[in-house]
C-alpha cells in the first residue's frame, strides 16, 4: 500500500533529520586542534603582516587572503558555539564563542539568537526578515513605488553587497538590539563585546601604530568580512531555492533545497569549515563542522544535492526576486520583459 505524497514528504524529512543527528557529537579533540591550528596561525599571520609591512611589504601582500581566510574560520568556530556543537560543553562553547566572537568583533549571544531565528525561518515566505538577504517576490517588487523599487536594486547590487556590506557590518554590530525583548536579554553581549573589541583595537595600536591597523588590520578584516557575505549570499541565494508560504513550508525540505551545497576546493573548504556544505548544516545544526563532511557522505539524500560550483556561482548575484510560477528566483529582467 503506498503512501499518499502529502503523508510522505514528514516521513522522509524525519528520515533524513534521524540520520543526520548520528553525526552530532562533538570530540573534545578536534575541537581542540581546531582552535590550535586557526588561532595560532591567525596569530602568527597578523605578526608577520605587521613586520612585514615595514620590512617586506610583499609578504604582507602575500599573506593578506590567508589571513583573511583564517579570519573567517574563526567566525565559523563561534558559529559552531552558537549552535552548541562546537563542544560537548555548554560553559565551554560561551567561553569561545565570547572568544572568537570578540575577535570577528561580533557580539556571541545576540547573534547565536538572530542566527537561531533565521534557521527557524529559512525558505518561510510568511516569517522573512530574519538574518536573510532581503528578498521580494515578483508581485511584491511590481507594488513598490519607484522610489521603494530603486532602494531595493540598490539593497540587491553586487557592488554594495559585497563592498559596501563589511562597512556595514562593521557599525552594525556595535548597535543594540532595538526590540525591547532582544535589548533586555542581548544588551549586556553588545556592550562586552565593544569593550572587548575597543581593548584589542586599543592594544594593537599601542603596540604596532595606526598606520599598521589601517593597512594590515583593517584590509584583513575587511576582506574576511566580504567572503562572509558572498558565502553566506550563495548559501541561500541560487536558482532554485526554496521558499514556501508558511503552511506548506517543510523545515528539512527548506534546508536541503533552500541551501546550497557549495563545492569548494578541498583548501578552501578546510578554510570555511565546510559550511559550503550548508544543506547538511540546516538540516542539522547540532553537527559540528568538523563532521559536516561525513554526515554528507553518511546520508544519502546530502549527496543527491546538486553542488553549486565556483562557477556557477558567479552568476548567482543576478538573482534578484523570487518567482512563485517559476519556482525559482528570477532577475530583474523577468519583471521588465
Given at each position: 500500500?503506498?503512501?499518499p505524497?502529502a503523508?510522505?514528504?514528514?516521513?522522509?524529512?524525519?528520515s533524513?533529520?534521524?540520520?543526520?543527528?548520528?553525526?552530532?557529537?562533538?570530540?573534545a579533540?578536534?575541537?581542540?586542534?581546531?582552535?590550535?591550528?586557526?588561532?595560532?596561525?591567525?596569530?602568527?599571520?597578523?605578526?608577520l603582516?605587521?613586520?612585514?609591512?615595514?620590512?617586506?611589504?610583499?609578504?604582507?601582500?602575500?599573506?593578506?587572503?590567508?589571513?583573511?581566510l583564517?579570519?573567517?574560520?574563526?567566525?565559523i568556530?563561534?558559529?559552531?558555539?552558537?549552535?552548541?556543537?562546537?563542544?560537548?560543553?555548554?560553559?565551554?562553547?560561551?567561553?569561545i564563542?565570547?572568544?572568537?566572537g570578540?575577535?570577528?568583533?561580533?557580539?556571541?549571544?545576540?547573534?547565536?539568537?538572530?542566527?537561531a531565528?533565521?534557521?527557524?525561518?529559512?525558505?518561510d515566505l510568511?516569517?522573512?526578515?530574519?538574518?536573510d538577504?532581503?528578498?521580494l517576490?515578483?508581485?511584491?517588487y511590481?507594488?513598490?513605488?519607484?522610489?521603494?523599487?530603486?532602494?531595493?536594486?540598490?539593497?540587491r547590487?553586487a557592488?554594495?553587497m559585497?563592498?559596501?556590506?563589511?562597512?556595514y557590518?562593521?557599525v552594525?554590530?556595535?548597535?543594540?538590539?532595538?526590540?525591547?525583548?532582544r535589548?533586555?536579554?542581548?544588551?549586556?553581549?553588545?556592550?562586552?563585546t565593544?569593550?572587548?573589541?575597543?581593548?584589542?583595537i586599543?592594544?594593537?595600536?599601542?603596540?604596532v601604530?595606526w598606520?599598521?591597523?589601517?593597512?594590515?588590520w583593517?584590509?584583513?578584516?575587511?576582506?574576511?568580512?566580504?567572503?562572509?557575505?558572498?558565502?553566506?549570499?550563495?548559501?541561500?541565494?541560487h536558482?532554485?531555492?526554496?521558499?514556501?508560504?508558511?503552511?506548506e513550508?517543510?523545515?528539512v525540505m527548506?534546508?536541503?533545497?533552500g541551501?546550497?551545497?557549495?563545492r569548494?576546493?578541498?583548501?578552501l573548504?578546510?578554510?570555511?569549515?565546510?559550511?559550503?556544505?550548508?544543506h547538511?548544516?540546516?538540516v542539522d545544526?547540532?553537527?559540528?563542522n568538523?563532521?559536516?563532511r561525513?554526515?554528507?557522505e553518511?546520508?544519502?539524500?546530502?549527496?543527491s544535492v546538486?553542488?553549486?560550483?565556483?562557477?556557477?556561482s558567479?552568476?548567482?548575484?543576478?538573482l534578484?526576486?523570487?518567482?512563485?510560477?517559476?519556482r525559482q528566483?528570477?532577475?530583474?529582467?523577468?519583471?521588465?520583459?
Amino acid at each position: 500500500m503506498s503512501i499518499p505524497a502529502a503523508a510522505a514528504a514528514p516521513s522522509r524529512s524525519r528520515s533524513i533529520q534521524e540520520r543526520a543527528a548520528a553525526f552530532r557529537a562533538s570530540h573534545a579533540g578536534r575541537a581542540t586542534w581546531q582552535m590550535l591550528n586557526t588561532l595560532v596561525p591567525l596569530a602568527a599571520g597578523f605578526a608577520l603582516m605587521f613586520w612585514g609591512r615595514t620590512n617586506a611589504w610583499w609578504l604582507t601582500v602575500l599573506l593578506l587572503p590567508v589571513t583573511a581566510l583564517l579570519y573567517v574560520r574563526t567566525f565559523i568556530i563561534m558559529h559552531d558555539c552558537a549552535h552548541g556543537s562546537f563542544t560537548g560543553s555548554r560553559r565551554a562553547n560561551e567561553i569561545i564563542g565570547f572568544i572568537t566572537g570578540a575577535i570577528t568583533m561580533t557580539p556571541f549571544a545576540q547573534w547565536r539568537r538572530d542566527h537561531a531565528l533565521h534557521h527557524a525561518s529559512s525558505g518561510d515566505l510568511d516569517r522573512r526578515g530574519h538574518g536573510d538577504i532581503d528578498t521580494l517576490t515578483v508581485d511584491e517588487y511590481r507594488a513598490l513605488s519607484r522610489w521603494g523599487r530603486f532602494r531595493y536594486r540598490f539593497y540587491r547590487n553586487a557592488f554594495v553587497m559585497l563592498f559596501l556590506g563589511p562597512l556595514y557590518l562593521m557599525v552594525h554590530y556595535r548597535r543594540t538590539p532595538p526590540a525591547a525583548a532582544r535589548r533586555a536579554a542581548k544588551v549586556s553581549s553588545v556592550h562586552w563585546t565593544n569593550l572587548a573589541v575597543a581593548v584589542m583595537i586599543a592594544a594593537l595600536t599601542w603596540a604596532v601604530g595606526w598606520r599598521a591597523m589601517l593597512l594590515v588590520w583593517l584590509p584583513v578584516v575587511y576582506l574576511a568580512s566580504m567572503a562572509g557575505i558572498w558565502l553566506f549570499y550563495v548559501q541561500h541565494q541560487h536558482e532554485d531555492a526554496y521558499w514556501e508560504p508558511h503552511e506548506e513550508w517543510d523545515y528539512v525540505m527548506a534546508a536541503m533545497h533552500g541551501s546550497s551545497f557549495y563545492r569548494l576546493p578541498r583548501v578552501l573548504e578546510w578554510f570555511t569549515g565546510s559550511i559550503g556544505r550548508h544543506h547538511v548544516h540546516h538540516v542539522d545544526p547540532r553537527i559540528p563542522n568538523y563532521r559536516l563532511r561525513a554526515a554528507h557522505e553518511g546520508v544519502e539524500e546530502f549527496r543527491s544535492v546538486p553542488p553549486l560550483t565556483i562557477w556557477k556561482s558567479l552568476r548567482t548575484p543576478g538573482l534578484k526576486l523570487w518567482d512563485p510560477r517559476r519556482r525559482q528566483l528570477v532577475g530583474f529582467e523577468a519583471v521588465e520583459g
